[in-house]
């Protein structure tokens, strides 16, 4: 336990101290060693230490618990769970830590209402509930909560207009708001909000180019107007709209080099809906060439690998429907070097590019009514755990799933759920 954690330190020093003080170090241990185990992607781990912080700072006499630096290790280890929570998809256990963050940061945003930071805090978590709810598919409604932090976040700003923390989250509730609006059909409200959105983040970038978050927030917000334009069947304003991302002067970072070829990836995609195929296939070949340098630079990252991978996958399906299937079968043979490497260090994505991959593979010889070799990839595939639901967005590789062909090569009856 944390007891002999602490104790076996060698120091005595936890033997010197009072029992609140000896419990308040139990309560960092504890913290800190949730902290580390999330930053490993030790999700279960980060749940149990901060749990166990959680629990052992309730557990503080009261007298005690009013010290401010206790109260705000309490609502770290609230955030820190709901943030762990969901990325163990456990979104029940998630709800509930927020629910308890939300109440407790409004108790503090009554006891000091003078104090901007509190309302910012409150906004954030409102978000993140709101974000919460959505993904439960509750019937609870997300949306007073998106509309109670951008209110907030107003008054933050306005009372701090020279914050830029205060305006970027601001921009970020914004777009988080618009996008909800956009799925539930208010154009005119999604539209207005990241709009807003992408305004104040432009103000930000312009003034300070070196601000990196503002930077990547603003091509997040990008991105999502550009889809939503997609979606309206505007595919000449969405390609306007990624073609100023990707003009947009940006750090020589990883963070950098990964929105340039993922926006390049969907600017090739729609400038084939545009009926521009020319124009599309260079821009994928330009995403190939830069996800290939990356991964030159750094042959070991599995996430360059991926993302390799996935560039070839996305040049593959153009090349089908323009140049020829040869040519696609020879591009994603070729994908499947870094994904099976990837995979092989075990990256999840690059286990789903992986199976992904040889799917379309098999999709070709199916195709072809080459039934042997069709059977032969699928089998490969399902090797690599990939399922139907995990390539949905793919109709006609999740179909593949259906057919009586490959039947018997499902490892389980529930498997092509």
């Known amino acids: 336990g944390i007891e002999t954690l602490v104790a076996a330190d060698g120091t005595g020093v936890a033997q010197l101290l009072t029992p609140q003080a000896r419990a308040r170090l139990w309560v960092a241990v504890a ?6 185990a999330a930053q490993n992607g030790d999700n279960d781990g980060a749940a149990r230490w901060l749990g166990e912080a959680l629990r052992r700072a309730e557990a503080i006499p009261a007298e005690a618990a009013s010290d401010r630096g ?38 503090q945003v009554e006891a000091e209402p003078e104090l901007p930071k509190w309302r910012v805090a409150l906004a954030r978590l409102l978000g993140s509930r709101a974000g919460n709810r959505l993904a439960r598919g509750t019937a609870d409604d997300p949306l007073p909560d998106f509309d109670r932090a ?50 104040l983040l432009l103000d930000l970038v312009t003034s300070r180019p070196d601000d990196r978050t503002s930077s990547q927030n603003l091509d997040t917000l990008q991105f999502q107007v550009a889809m939503a334009k997609a979606m309206a069947g505007d595919f000449g304003a969405a390609r306007t709209e990624l073609g100023q991302l990707l003009a947009r002067p ?26 521009d195929p020319a124009v599309a296939r260079q821009t994928a070949d330009d995403a190939v060439q830069r996800a290939t340098r990356w991964v030159e630079a750094r042959p070991d990252a599995a996430e360059r690998l991926v993302l390799l991978a996935n560039a070839r996958m996305s040049r593959g399906a153009l090349l089908a429907a ?18 099976e490497t990837a995979a092989a260090s075990g990256s999840e994505a690059g286990r789903r590019a992986h199976g992904t991959l040889l799917l379309r593979l098999c999709g070709v010889q199916h195709g072809r009514s080459d039934r042997a070799g069709a059977r032969a990839w699928f089998q490969k595939a399902m090797a690599t755990g990939i399922t139907r639901t995990q390539v949905a967005a793919l109709p006609g590789v999740a179909s593949l799933f259906d057919s009586p062909d490959f039947r018997d090569l499902l490892p389980a009856p529930n498997h092509a759920k």
């Open 250 to 275: 940006r750090p020589d970072d990883d963070a950098s080099t990964q929105t340039v070829i993922k926006a390049s990836l969907t600017a090739a995609d729609l400038a084939m809906r545009d009926g």
């Open 70 to 107: 206790l109260a705000a290790t309490r609502l770290e280890a609230l955030q820190r769970l709901a943030i762990v929570h969901e990325q163990r998809g456990d979104h029940a256990a998630a709800a509930a830590m927020l629910d308890r963050a939300v109440a407790a940061y409004e108790r």
């Open 322 to 339: 323009t140049v020829g299937v040869d040519e696609a079968i020879a591009e994603w043979t070729a994908a499947l070097g870094p994904a």
């Open 31 to 36: 913290d800190a060693r949730g902290v580390h």
């Open 150 to 199: 951008v209110g907030m976040l107003r008054s933050a700003v306005a009372a701090s207009p020279q914050d830029r923390e205060y305006a970027r989250t601001l921009a970020v509730a914004l777009a988080e708001r618009g996008s909800f609006r956009l799925r539930s059909d208010d154009t005119a409200g999604g539209t207005a909000d990241l709009d807003e959105g992408q305004k």
